[in-house]
């Protein structure tokens, strides 16, 4: 296209911003700039600074540092309104709309053409058939309720709409996640159109394919510092996949190779996956075994865990578990089976904050008995007890409320409320996410005592040199899928981030 | 497009046979003055029933319009009556006290994020303590405005169709337009579909929101002249439970109780409904008024479940059940 190289037409330029949170440095003197008429990814993992970033860009948050020049003037938008009117657009991954409405409404919500001080309805349609052409949508009749449309149409209607009200920076986050491969394209189409046309286009997303696929130039962030910026034809993906997860060890020798256990299988998943959300995979692990699942964010890793947990019901697929076929639709059928599901975030989806430490490790207990059997007093101090001392959770007494405790003990007491249950298989998403680096080192030992003593384990994490140590099998995603499994001697670092990075 | 009609189609259809059934079995029923006095017995019930209709589209609720109308009529009878104050003079000043309160509720229910249910229900109390502080028996209203008014009517073969009926009529034209041909009544619908996403757009979320219980509370004042002029009197203890019959009026109608689908006609069919079902009750003459309340609940209920078996269908997959 145009000659992006001379930085000839700089339209937003970021340069020095910082944002600090209470204890956390979110951004650190990131530089970013757009130009007029480019495609900008701006990628990195959970806690890299990017949605951070867009928030200042959209009035969301305050920066603490630094400054945003948009053609050349210093601007700071105060909210959303405020950076729409700085023609600053952004479209979400959930569609901002209003599904109530008419899609001509939609598009022109707050500035209907008016005839005699009332909206003129059939004025308001005309245009919006006008708006719809112009994005290859002329199939569809701008009266029809907004929820009606498909997603993708939405996603087109609320970029026609920012671009409408002259946008001149158009803030994509995650525009594409629950599209499908047709629907993409699509959307891709309009942002050609709009590239041609001048407008600076900020695109985020997890699918490496379609960073190649549309954008010009990447941006990366990590640990809210800039890591670089690149153009997208000269950055090799290995390359970008290491500039998102950081230099690995360069020689990540293996720490510790268990013989590859004769695997008797506990639980094996054959074909299971759900339309639009998994790719169907297949997965045996056997007792004692850890399984590691690596991946980038947004690869399918969660869903995967989800998944085999009954949290989404699979619509294909069967489940063994000691080569009888089972019944896994819902997290009841799971615990039944003895499954155990430590969920990514802690916080929302884990620990229940007001409730005391003991009642949060006697939870998934006393759910499998079912509320005709409480557990007495007795007992569940004594259950409580022992895990406090077995998984040496340090705090003052059991019945403090566990939001009190650190990152830590929280996940330790999440493993303590499923090793209650005397698991089979037990499933740990982000196990040592936000927990500080003496808690690390024992949640792995953890791990591996677990595994000697016969339970088996999947294990997502971001950190790939804990993944190493632990692992005896890896299992790698990338897009939906399950791409690559890696055994033995060839589970390293660099093998795990080749493997991510591969692909079309 | 049909089927964004369909609740309204239902309720139309609902009301056309109740009216046949009611003809079959009294001859009277077809007259053009039981029609007439079936708008005029409900017009003070229609009229706050658009403010109602407003409110329930934003996705809020006012629990406070019975009591206001109470507090307004005896306001107006002490105002026009021991006060000396002119009536047309006094009818200006409910109406302003009217919209001062709902404009006040709809400011906290902005300002502070209190469920709307909450802070009604709080002006509910203090509109009924109010109108018991003016007085607490029942004061007459002997003006003779009140009887010219109450002759003014326009003649339809045989009918006559009262003053009141005629304001009613116009307060809901005025609502329809205003709820569906202005800015204003689109940005009613945008707060009822997604607060979040309105704001997102540019709605104005605070003014819109005043301004909706603004008018919810100048109608339901509105309400309150014409409960004056229907009864000549005014008394504290009026248009108890008002409120619940306005909502059960709004969402027979067709009016989506979670806000962002329906129509202001519909309400005004659903008001004919309720107005049928007491005339009916009233020409049979054996049965109790009760059965009045237990006809509407029913009524109220099936609709309700129609509603959200046409939300499941419409929503197509995930929307409905993930909610």
């Given at each position: 296209?145009?000659?992006?190289?001379?930085?000839?037409?700089?339209?937003?330029?970021?340069?020095?911003?910082?944002?600090?949170?209470?204890?956390?440095?979110?951004?650190?003197?990131?530089?970013?700039?757009?130009?007029?008429?480019?495609?900008?990814?701006?990628?990195?993992?959970?806690?890299?600074?990017?949605?951070?970033?867009?928030?200042?860009?959209?009035?969301?948050?305050?920066?603490?540092?630094?400054?945003?020049?948009?053609?050349?003037?210093?601007?700071?938008?105060?909210?959303?309104?405020?950076?729409?009117?700085?023609?600053?657009?952004?479209?979400?991954?959930?569609?901002?709309?209003?599904?109530?409405?008419?899609?001509?409404?939609?598009?022109?919500?707050?500035?209907?053409?008016?005839?005699?001080g009332l909206v003129?309805?059939?004025?308001?349609?005309?245009?919006?058939?006008?708006?719809?052409?112009?994005?290859?949508?002329?199939?569809?009749?701008?009266?029809?309720?907004?929820?009606?449309?498909?997603?993708?149409?939405?996603?087109?209607?609320?970029?026609?709409?920012?671009?409408?009200?002259?946008?001149?920076?158009?803030?994509?986050?995650?525009?594409?996640?629950?599209?499908?491969?047709?629907?993409?394209?699509?959307?891709?189409?309009?942002?050609?159109?709009?590239?041609?046309?001048?407008?600076?286009?900020?695109?985020?997303?997890?699918?490496?394919?379609?960073?190649?696929?549309?954008?010009?130039?990447?941006?990366?962030?990590?640990?809210?510092?800039?890591?670089?910026?690149?153009?997208?034809?000269?950055?090799?993906?290995?390359?970008?996949?290491?500039?998102?997860?950081?230099?690995?060890?360069?020689?990540?020798?293996?720490?510790?190779?268990?013989?590859?256990?004769?695997?008797?299988?506990?639980?094996?998943?054959?074909?299971?996956?759900?339309?639009?959300?998994?790719?169907?995979?297949?997965?045996?692990?056997?007792?004692?075994?850890?399984?590691?699942?690596?991946?980038?964010?947004?690869?399918?890793?969660?869903?995967?865990?989800?998944?085999?947990?009954?949290?989404?019901?699979?619509?294909?697929?069967?489940?063994?578990?000691?080569?009888?076929?089972?019944?896994?639709?819902?997290?009841?059928?799971?615990?039944?089976?003895?499954?155990?599901?430590?969920?990514?975030?802690?916080?929302?989806?884990?620990?229940?904050?007001?409730?005391?430490?003991?009642?949060?490790?006697?939870?998934?207990?006393?759910?499998?008995?079912?509320?005709?059997?409480?557990?007495?007093?007795?007992?569940?101090?004594?259950?409580?007890?022992?895990?406090?001392?077995?998984?040496?959770?340090?705090?003052?007494?059991?019945?403090?409320?566990?939001?009190?405790?650190?990152?830590?003990?929280?996940?330790?007491?999440?493993?303590?409320?499923?090793?209650?249950?005397?698991?089979?298989?037990?499933?740990?998403?982000?196990?040592?996410?936000?927990?500080?680096?003496?808690?690390?080192?024992?949640?792995?030992?953890?791990?591996?005592?677990?595994?000697?003593?016969?339970?088996?384990?999947?294990?997502?994490?971001?950190?790939?040199?804990?993944?190493?140590?632990?692992?005896?099998?890896?299992?790698?995603?990338?897009?939906?899928?399950?791409?690559?499994?890696?055994?033995?001697?060839?589970?390293?670092?660099?093998?795990?981030?080749?493997?991510?990075?591969?692909?079309? | 497009?049909?089927?964004?009609?369909?609740?309204?189609?239902?309720?139309?259809?609902?009301?056309?046979?109740?009216?046949?059934?009611?003809?079959?079995?009294?001859?009277?029923?077809?007259?053009?003055?039981?029609?007439?006095?079936?708008?005029?017995?409900?017009a003070y019930l229609g009229i706050t029933a658009v403010g109602m209709t407003f409110v329930i589209l934003s996705g809020g609720i006012d629990l406070s319009v019975g009591s206001v109308i109470?507090f307004t009529?005896?306001?107006?009878?002490?105002?026009?009556?021991?006060?000396?104050?002119?009536?047309?003079?006094?009818f200006l000043i409910a109406l302003a006290i009217g919209a001062a309160f709902g404009a006040a509720m709809g400011a906290v229910i902005h300002?502070?994020?209190?469920?709307p249910?909450?802070v009604t229900?709080?002006g509910m109390?203090?509109a009924?303590?109010?109108?018991?502080?003016?007085?607490?028996?029942?004061?007459?209203?002997?003006?003779?405005?009140?009887?010219?008014?109450?002759?003014?009517?326009?003649?339809?073969?045989?009918?006559?169709?009262?003053?009141?009926?005629?304001v009613m009529l116009l307060v809901f034209l005025a609502g329809g337009i205003l709820a569906h041909r202005t800015r204003f009544g689109a940005n009613v619908f945008a707060l009822g579909?997604?607060p979040?996403?309105a704001?997102?757009?540019?709605v104005p979320v605070g003014r819109t929101l005043i301004l909706i219980y603004m008018l919810s509370g100048g109608l339901a004042a509105l309400s309150g002249i014409v409960f004056?002029?229907?009864?000549?009197?005014?008394?504290?203890?009026?248009?108890?439970?008002t409120e619940?019959?306005a909502i059960?009026a709004v969402?027979?109608g067709?009016v989506?109780?979670?806000g962002g689908?329906g129509y202001v006609f519909g309400s005004f069919?659903?008001i004919?409904?309720?107005?049928?079902?007491?005339?009916?009750?009233?020409?049979?003459?054996?049965?109790?008024?009760?059965?009045?309340?237990?006809?509407?609940?029913?009524?109220?209920?099936?609709?309700?479940?129609?509603?959200?078996?046409?939300?499941?269908?419409?929503?197509?997959?995930?929307?409905?059940?993930?909610?």
């Amino acid at each position: 296209m145009t000659d992006w190289e001379g930085g000839g037409s700089a339209l937003l330029e970021i340069r020095g911003l910082s944002k600090k949170f209470p204890g956390v440095l979110a951004l650190d003197g990131v530089d970013f700039t757009l130009r007029a008429g480019e495609i900008h990814a701006l990628l990195g993992e959970n806690g890299a600074g990017k949605s951070t970033l867009i928030k200042i860009l959209t009035g969301v948050y305050r920066r603490d540092g630094g400054t945003i020049r948009l053609d050349g003037n210093d601007i700071c938008p105060t909210d959303v309104a405020d950076a729409q009117r700085l023609r600053i657009g952004t479209v979400y991954q959930e569609v901002n709309l209003l599904p109530n409405l008419s899609v001509a409404e939609n598009l022109f919500l707050g500035r209907q053409p008016l005839r005699w001080g009332l909206v003129d309805h059939r004025g308001m349609r005309r245009r919006a058939a006008a708006i719809l052409a112009d994005y290859g949508l002329s199939g569809v009749d701008p009266a029809t309720p907004l929820g009606h449309c498909p997603v993708a149409v939405q996603q087109v209607i609320a970029i026609a709409r920012a671009v409408d009200l002259s946008a001149k920076v158009l803030v994509l986050d995650e525009p594409t996640a629950s599209l499908d491969r047709r629907e993409v394209e699509m959307l891709f189409r309009v942002m050609r159109d709009l590239r041609a046309r001048g407008i600076g286009i900020i695109f985020i997303t997890h699918f490496l394919d379609q960073v190649y696929a549309i954008c010009d130039r990447i941006t990366v962030l990590r640990n809210g510092r800039l890591v670089g910026e690149r153009r997208t034809d000269q950055l090799s993906r290995l390359d970008l996949v290491t500039m998102m997860l950081g230099r690995a060890m360069a020689a990540g020798a293996p720490m510790r190779r268990r013989e590859a256990v004769a695997r008797r299988g506990v639980v094996a998943f054959e074909g299971v996956g759900k339309s639009r959300y998994l790719h169907p995979f297949d997965l045996e692990i056997g007792a004692g075994e850890v399984v590691g699942m690596a991946g980038l964010l947004g690869s399918g890793r969660t869903e995967t865990a989800r998944l085999m947990f009954g949290l989404e019901r699979a619509d294909s697929g069967r489940i063994f578990v000691d080569g009888r076929p089972v019944r896994l639709r819902s997290p009841k059928d799971a615990v039944r089976l003895a499954f155990g599901y430590c969920p990514e975030d802690r916080k929302t989806d884990g620990i229940v904050g007001d409730l005391s430490l003991r009642a949060n490790i006697i939870l998934a207990l006393q759910a499998r008995r079912g509320w005709m059997r409480p557990l007495s007093s007795r007992e569940q101090e004594a259950i409580a007890q022992t895990f406090i001392t077995r998984l040496d959770i340090r705090t003052p007494d059991a019945d403090r409320p566990i939001q009190y405790l650190s990152g830590g003990n929280q996940q330790k007491a999440l493993l303590a409320r499923w090793l209650a249950t005397s698991p089979r298989f037990l499933i740990l998403d982000e196990p040592t996410r936000g927990i500080d680096v003496g808690a690390h080192g024992e949640i792995i030992a953890l791990i591996e005592q677990l595994c000697a003593e016969g339970l088996a384990m999947l294990v997502i994490s971001s950190e790939l040199d804990e993944v190493v140590s632990y692992s005896d099998r890896v299992l790698v995603m990338r897009d939906r899928r399950s791409v690559r499994t890696l055994e033995g001697t060839d589970i390293t670092a660099d093998a795990i981030m080749a493997a991510i990075a591969a692909g079309a | 497009m049909t089927r964004r009609f369909l609740p309204l189609l239902t309720t139309t259809g609902v009301f056309v046979a109740g009216y046949l059934l009611c003809m079959a079995e009294f001859h009277n029923f077809a007259t053009a003055r039981v029609a007439c006095n079936l708008l005029t017995d409900n017009a003070y019930l229609g009229i706050t029933a658009v403010g109602m209709t407003f409110v329930i589209l934003s996705g809020g609720i006012d629990l406070s319009v019975g009591s206001v109308i109470a507090f307004t009529t005896v306001f107006l009878a002490i105002a026009i009556g021991p006060l000396r104050i002119p009536p047309l003079m006094a009818f200006l000043i409910a109406l302003a006290i009217g919209a001062a309160f709902g404009a006040a509720m709809g400011a906290v229910i902005h300002a502070l994020g209190i469920p709307p249910f909450i802070v009604t229900l709080a002006g509910m109390f203090l509109a009924r303590g109010a109108s018991f502080l003016l007085s607490t028996e029942s004061v007459p209203i002997t003006h003779p405005l009140y009887a010219m008014l109450n002759d003014l009517s326009l003649p339809i073969s045989g009918g006559r169709l009262g003053l009141i009926a005629i304001v009613m009529l116009l307060v809901f034209l005025a609502g329809g337009i205003l709820a569906h041909r202005t800015r204003f009544g689109a940005n009613v619908f945008a707060l009822g579909g997604n607060p979040a996403s309105a704001r997102l757009m540019g709605v104005p979320v605070g003014r819109t929101l005043i301004l909706i219980y603004m008018l919810s509370g100048g109608l339901a004042a509105l309400s309150g002249i014409v409960f004056s002029l229907y009864t000549s009197a005014g008394y504290s203890l009026a248009a108890t439970g008002t409120e619940l019959d306005a909502i059960a009026a709004v969402v027979i109608g067709g009016v989506l109780l979670t806000g962002g689908y329906g129509y202001v006609f519909g309400s005004f069919v659903g008001i004919l409904i309720q107005g049928l079902i007491q005339t009916f009750i009233t020409f049979d003459g054996t049965l109790s008024s009760w059965w009045t309340k237990i006809a509407v609940g029913a009524l109220l209920f099936s609709f309700i479940g129609v509603q959200r078996l046409f939300q499941v269908f419409w929503s197509g997959s995930g929307d409905v059940d993930t909610a």
